[in-house]
């Protein structure tokens, strides 16, 4: 765990700790329609052997006791005049969270993303805490699969790796070990509390929010050039410059979810990145860019430069772990580019670009504005800005060293995340060496699913080949 078991296992008491959903979280709690708009995403890991399923219970039994966030359900107010609030949900029933299946023979890869796409489009249950967990037995090698359905609200991809760095063991041993022990009392909320406690907040806050207003008028009345400025880079980012689409790249229902994976060693993708002049992510998005030109080509579209959307991470060394800590970025992705080393050149120059923009991360300063809005006038606004983007990439640094879990060796990681307002969401995850790439896509925007997932295997190798 990098530091002493104990050290890292108690940094975990502050692992979802806040008792209020951030403005980010409040917002993508309150507009979730699942599954076309749905927040919840899916992580599926792999493990080389399969442990025994008491074990697996022990070690969920343990986990909760460690990081209690996960027995926690969101409350919201009963007017929105605050965030949502989480609570512990006094009925919590682990065999509710925690279920068993096992695969029929062979036991492919396939056969399990196939269990875990169909999973994703189930809606969680809101008034349970926002996850459940299946462990998977019989996939192919004597080998064994989790697939962690869970709501955004409870992380992004660092505060996973936050999480699954500090819970997960460093040896082969089934019992889990040490216990913290927490002695800090967790608030409950009622609707009729979190109500009341958000007008309180509300009241509180006037006076600051109208010298925050004040200030902004203020400021561009003295310095018009500075909010006309400010001004055109909101317009860009939310609204990027980008080629019309041809009439065969259309947008589908988004409740059909197809799930694939692909792989490669991290140093072959750093070094082929390098080699254009580019960073591991632009190189990842550049053969994800690729692998939509190619599958597009096969059905005799020539696609152009198409709109992308990128989380892009504002979370800083202090901020409490987990949840989410991320705004959007929104740009023209040169998709219409054949060469791949050409491909990372202007993506690269595009992400640089889109990182300065002095209004990158205006969404974070509308948000708490949008979440004191009625959740249908705010779920329409949220759908008009992202449902312009075609693909949806993200990727993040993982585990770095081995990890273990009831005695099993945790190999693989793959996240998929949800589509909420784009055809595609493509996610890597380094994981001790390895880039575990997950891919959802809407299946009625790609009807010919096998084609495109030769496609975008095909547009990695193009760029992995730079490397050599």
């Known amino acids: 765990m990098g530091k002493s078991g104990r050290e890292a296992l108690d940094e975990l008491r502050y692992w979802g700790h806040d008792p209020e959903l951030n403005p980010l979280d409040a ?31 022990e070690a969920h039994e343990w986990a909760l006791n460690v990081v209690p966030r996960f027995m926690d359900k969101v409350v919201e107010p009963l007017i929105p005049v605050g965030p949502p609030v989480w609570t512990r949900d006094p009925n919590f029933d682990l065999s509710y969270h ?96 979190a109500t ?48 019309t689409l041809p009439d065969s790249v259309k947008g589908g229902a988004r409740t059909a979810w197809r799930f694939a994976v692909l792989e490669c060693e991290l140093t072959d993708l750093k070094r082929a990145g390098a080699a254009a002049g580019g960073t591991v992510n632009d190189a990842f998005v550049s053969a994800v ?56 050149r202007i993506l690269h120059d595009r992400v640089l670009a889109v990182r300065n923009e002095p209004a990158l991360d205006v969404m974070g300063s509308v948000t708490p504005l949008l979440n004191f809005a009625p959740s249908a006038v705010v779920t329409t606004a949220l759908q008009q800005l992202t449902t312009s983007a075609l693909l949806t990439t993200s990727s993040w640094p993982g585990l770095t060293e081995p990890a273990y879990v009831a005695g099993a060796s945790f190999d693989k990681m793959f996240v998929f995340g949800p589509l909420p307002g784009t055809s595609m969401c493509a996610a890597l995850c380094s994981h001790v060496g390895t880039c575990c790439i997950g891919i959802n896509a809407d299946g009625a925007a790609f009807p010919n699913i096998d084609s495109l997932w030769a496609a975008m295997q095909q547009g990695l190798d193009q760029v992995l080949a730079l490397g050599k």
């Open 27 to 57: 917002l993508m709690w309150r507009t979730e329609r699942p599954p076309a708009n749905s927040w919840t995403g899916v992580v599926l890991m792999i493990f080389d052997s399969a442990p025994k399923w008491a074990h697996v219970v």
């Open 98 to 193: 925690l279920r068993r299946v096992r695969l029929p023979r062979p036991g492919s890869m396939r056969q399990l993303l196939e269990i875990a796409q169909t999973q994703g489009v189930i809606p969680l249950d809101r008034n349970r805490p926002p996850w459940v967990g299946l462990f998977v037995e019989g996939l192919e090698g004597g080998r064994c699969a989790y697939i962690l359905q869970a709501h955004h609200v409870l992380m992004d991809g660092a505060g996973a790796t936050q999480l699954f760095g500090r819970i997960m063991g460093r040896r082969r041993e089934s019992h889990p070990g040490y216990l913290p022990e927490w002695t800090d009392k967790r608030p409950t909320f009622t609707p009729a509390q």
């Open 196 to 243: 009341s406690s958000g007008i309180s907040r509300v009241v509180k806050n006037i006076p600051a929010a109208a010298g925050k207003v004040g200030a902004a008028v203020a400021g561009a009345t003295l310095n018009p050039l500075r909010a006309a400025k400010y001004a055109r880079s909101a317009a860009r980012v939310v609204a990027p410059q980008s080629d």
């Open 289 to 344: 860019l690729g692998g939509l030109r190619e599958y597009y080509k096969s059905q005799g579209t020539d696609l152009p430069d198409i709109p992308i959307s990128m989380p892009v991470s504002v979370r800083r060394k202090d901020d409490q772990m987990g949840g989410n800590r991320f705004t959007g970025a929104f740009f023209s992705a040169p998709a219409g580019t054949k060469d791949p080393a050409e491909r990372i």
